[in-house]
């Protein structure tokens, strides 16, 4: 998938707060950079782990984690034969400690039974390893206890320094008079005294410097400096012994070099794995299915990118006979989100990442191609439409019967019948490649493509007509309006200019394309108030030619209603406007017959010259045809149901 394509769709957004669920600078990169696959095996196996993290963070909660920062390259300087600092030793024994915890989190992680919870034997617990540092190292340096002669030479040490406090304090006390102060101070590693300028020959030894006024010299008393010969001695044994030491530890490190990579390949896994359902835990999502069959299915998808509390959740299908999808309705009303919605969860479903919905089918797609937003550029001197159609010829070369496209105002940003013409070419094109598409637009001329084209249908966002308020709800099965006069009716555009734009809309438009606002739709307005010309404008709605795939139902095929794959019964043939009355669960609805799909035919269900009115009419109708039959009674009726 293309780097546009990710943007526009939000993944790259996706990504980020995936990354931000990691605590390694692997399992970041990694997450930044995930992508979508097109292999089967691959999508399946990385949707599982996800389920798995899942139910183990439901089960036993979040897995204690680590970062392990530059633990490779401390493990570069131990294989060339450098020395770790206690600091990194530290680190190292830090890093095993939360691989032992990870093994324990694991073995918990059983009671869920899933298969993730096996890592937990890839984990060395390096036991020797973390004994060994932890009985050196404290508090970021070589503790005494390291070893017999550093413990020896750091007692020296401190007998030394306390030999040298106990002569000068002795000093002190014996020349009060010498003196500014009554301390000892360390300076550049000499055991000072504050002696007065004027008695400063009658302390021999060494001055280490002075006050800023000049009135105090710090000297070194003779005798401490020859002692401070045997310290310096001292230190420097005691700093050979500590690099002994870490020397021997960094050894140790490079001797178990192997498990310790073993255990962080195993960590940044599992931080991989485990962020993927962390995002699945705060979303509250679910495992999609795959399938290889181009079906599309949605139930109460939610944006991941929208606040859950405010998100309205989207019913969506594609596929079993529908190839694409044509939705209208008022600008603000979520097409737009609709459209990125659908995109989205098709790249996280073949990244192995959970949807926020109720269920999810979601087919492998080679590519999926959009074109939203309006794609302007000054610096490549592109207006809308050429961007636009630039973009759009880019999606037709691209695409194929595996393909997902979604396009946004289809045909917009350029004269109303062109882009009209074009919008119908751009979806027969689409057509023809056998791919899955779902396009935004306004035109009606475009609805009307729709309604008469096999394996099209259209949809709507619902809209309130009196609060001038989007539902944000998608209608699959009927076409949606603009709503732009209701919008203007409500906002207080004077009603002689709703007139004039009624004429001016729906003057030239054909009997048989979609119909206008009903004639009343001006607030207040009763019919005979419309001006005669009005009246005029109104398309006479004459019975079309009826759909050939509309005159393939009979009463008594057992067909499938889309979108929610209800079964039903046919009980009345088509209608002038290809509408077919149905039977579900005892109710009658009138149906389009673009919702349809003929699962049984009625001569496979029941024998020939079968009455029907024992499915589909009451009691009370069946009683007056069989008196009717055999004589005439008056006030004798049968009343058909109105669905």
């Keep these: 998938m293309s780097s546009r394509t990710d943007s526009v769709l939000e993944f790259d957004q996706i990504r980020t707060i995936l990354a931000n669920y990691a605590v390694t600078e ?12 097109l292999e089967e095996s691959k999508v399946l196996a990385a949707l599982r782990d996800t389920s798995d993290a899942r139910k183990v963070i439901d089960t036993v909660g979040n897995p204690p984690l680590t970062a392990m920062k530059e633990l490779r390259p401390m493990l570069t300087i131990a294989e060339k034969g450098g020395m770790l600092l ?3 030793l530290e680190r190292i024994q830090q890093f095993i400690s939360s691989c032992r915890r990870m093994k324990t989190y694991l073995k918990k992680a059983e009671a869920a039974d899933v298969p993730l919870a096996s890592w937990g034997a890839s984990f060395d617990t390096l036991d020797f390893l973390w004994d060994e540092i932890n009985c050196a190292i404290r508090n970021g340096m070589v503790d005494s206890g390291a070893s017999k002669e550093l413990r020896d030479l750091r007692r020296k040490l401190e007998n030394l ?8 304090e002795e000093l002190l006390r014996k020349r009060k008079e010498y003196f500014s102060d009554s301390f000892i101070s360390n300076r550049d590693g000499h055991f000072t005294l504050p002696v007065k300028k004027e008695y400063k020959f009658q302390v021999p030894g060494l001055v280490v410097g002075s006050s800023s006024s000049g009135a105090t010299y710090f000297i070194e008393p003779t005798s401490a400096s020859k002692l401070r010969g045997e310290i310096s001695a001292l230190k420097a044994a005691e700093s050979a012994e500590e690099d002994r030491i870490l020397y021997a530890l960094t050894s140790l490190v490079d001797d178990c070099r192997a498990p310790i990579l073993q ?21 509250d999502a679910v495992c999609p299915r795959i399938n290889l069959e181009q079906r599309f299915s949605i139930k109460q998808g939610r944006h991941p990118l929208l606040n859950r509390s405010s998100c309205v959740p ?4 594609l596929g079993d006979g529908v190839q694409g999808l044509v939705i209208t309705g008022p600008n603000t009303g979520g097409k ?5 919605t659908v995109g989205l969860f098709t790249l996280m479903a073949q990244s192995g990442l959970h949807l926020p919905c109720y269920e999810a089918d979601i087919p492998l797609c080679s590519a999926v191609l959009c074109d939203i937003g309006d794609g302007q550029s000054i610096s490549e001197n592109l207006s809308t439409f050429s961007a636009h159609i630039t973009n759009i010829i880019a999606i037709l070369q691209e695409a194929n019967a595996q393909s997902l496209v979604l396009l946004d105002e289809l045909g917009s940003g350029t004269d109303p019948a062109e882009g009209m013409g074009l919008a119908v070419a751009i979806l027969e094109e689409l ?12 035109y009606p001329e475009v609805k009307e493509y729709a309604e008469r084209t096999p394996n099209l249908l259209n949809a709507r966002m619902t809209f309130d007509r009196e609060s001038l308020k989007p539902l944000y709800q998608l209608e699959i099965g009927e076409a949606g309006e603009s709503c732009a006069l209701y919008i203007a009716r409500r906002l207080g555009l004077p009603r002689h200019m709703l007139q004039r734009a009624f004429e001016e809309a729906y003057r030239n438009r054909p009997a048989n394309t979609t119909a206008p606002p009903d004639i009343g739709f001006l607030e207040g307005a009763a019919e005979g108030e419309f001006s005669q010309s009005a009246q005029s404008v109104l398309p006479k709605r004459n019975a079309s030619k009826q759909s050939s795939h509309a005159l393939k139902f009979h009463v008594g095929d057992s067909v499938i209603v889309y979108p929610k794959k209800e079964l039903g019964i046919v009980c009345r043939t088509a209608n002038e406007k290809g509408e077919i009355g149905v039977q579900i669960r005892r109710e009658k609805r009138m149906v389009s017959h673009k919702r349809l799909q003929l699962k049984t035919p009625a001569d496979q269900l029941y024998p020939e010259d079968y009455d029907f009115s024992i499915v589909f009419d009451s009691v009370e109708n069946r009683k007056a045809r069989h008196q009717m039959e055999k ?10 149901e109105e669905f």
Excluded: W
């Excluded at 692997?26 to 696959?37: A, F, V, W």
């Excluded at 737009?336 to 990125?340: A, E, R």
């Excluded at 004589?631 to 058909?640: A, M, Y």
């Design 26 to 37: 692997y399992g970041q990169q990694r997450l930044g950079s995930l992508s979508p696959t």
């Design 86 to 88: 206690p600091e990194q």
């Design 161 to 168: 320094n306390l030999r040298i406090k106990t002569q000068l």
């Design 263 to 283: 255990n962080i390949e195993a960590m940044e896994a599992l931080d991989f794995i485990f962020a993927k359902g962390k995002l699945s835990a705060e979303m």
């Design 314 to 317: 989207l019913d969506f299908f």
């Design 336 to 340: 737009t989100v609709s459209l990125k």
């Design 431 to 442: 057509r023809k490649k056998r791919c899955l598409f779902v396009a935004t637009t306004h």
């Design 631 to 640: 004589r005439h009674e008056p006030g004798l009726e049968i009343r058909l």
